[in-house]
């Protein structure tokens, strides 16, 4: 079985404009989280959605946000991209969201 | 919020000889895990551990819940090139049980 895939594995951008990366869970997994890694850091909480439906936020500004779609792959966008904004950006699927999150690969997000 | 401290940092190893890791959280643990990340990749599940006194061993690796110390420790035996990596610990918060706090993980080396 395929694990959680993310796209794209690499990203370059720069100040001001707007990003959309993606995940697909694992088959039969109903809930996704994101995560931010800044490099030297552990990955930091941004999202987690449940049957399509957000069940919480970390402490990120609202130029962040997320969906989930009905086939249970997720979407996180990001407007207005600081150079602060450069991270690995991690997907997390797991079968309610409580139970360990297995993660994917990562989106790289250069910001220029 | 809660905060969980690492240590050490970074550690080199020669291959065969132990180690151990440790993870001290600011808060009480309702739950903790432990995974390993290869430079720029993804997150790989190693261990949940969720009842005080709880040990846990895959492989050659074994973990630890000390839930009065509000501390988790990690043992590599006989650690091998293949134990490279960064290890994170990651705890759920008290307030939710989905959301993953992690630590700035630890950096293992193990020299042949």
């Known amino acids: 079985d395929a694990g959680v895939t993310q796209s794209p594995t690499h990203l370059i951008k720069t100040r001001g404009q707007q990003v959309t990366l993606r995940c697909s869970p694992i088959?039969?997994?109903?809930?996704v989280s994101w995560y931010q890694q800044v490099l030297g850091q552990g990955p930091q909480f941004i999202f987690q959605?449940?049957?399509?439906?957000?069940?919480g936020r970390g402490n990120f500004p609202d130029r962040f946000s997320a969906r989930q779609f009905p086939n249970y792959s997720s979407e996180l966008n990001v407007n207005a991209l600081l150079l602060g904004d450069s991270a690995l950006y991690l997907c997390?699927?797991?079968?309610?969201?409580?139970?360990?999150?297995?993660f994917g690969d990562g989106t790289r997000l250069s910001i220029l | 919020s809660q905060e969980l401290e690492q240590s050490p940092q970074s550690l080199i190893v020669q291959e065969g000889k132990n180690l151990t890791i440790n993870c001290t959280s600011s808060?009480?643990?309702?739950?903790l895990y432990w995974y390993k990340q290869k430079y720029g990749e993804g997150l790989i599940f190693l261990m949940m551990?969720?009842?005080?006194?709880e040990e846990k061993s895959h492989e050659k690796i074994t973990a630890k819940l000390d839930e009065k110390k509000q501390q988790s420790s990690l043992h590599i035996t006989a650690s091998q090139p293949s134990h490279a990596g960064i290890y994170l610990c990651?705890?759920?918060?008290?307030?939710?049980?989905?959301?993953?706090?992690f630590g700035k993980g630890t950096l293992l080396t193990v020299n042949p």
């Open positions: 997390a699927s797991s079968l309610t969201g409580v139970e360990p999150q297995h």
């Open positions: 808060k009480t643990l309702y739950g």
């Open positions: 959605y449940y049957e399509k439906e957000e069940r």
């Open positions: 990651g705890a759920i918060s008290g307030g939710s049980n989905y959301k993953l706090t």
């Open positions: 551990l969720q009842k005080g006194g």
């Open positions: 088959s039969g997994h109903k809930s």
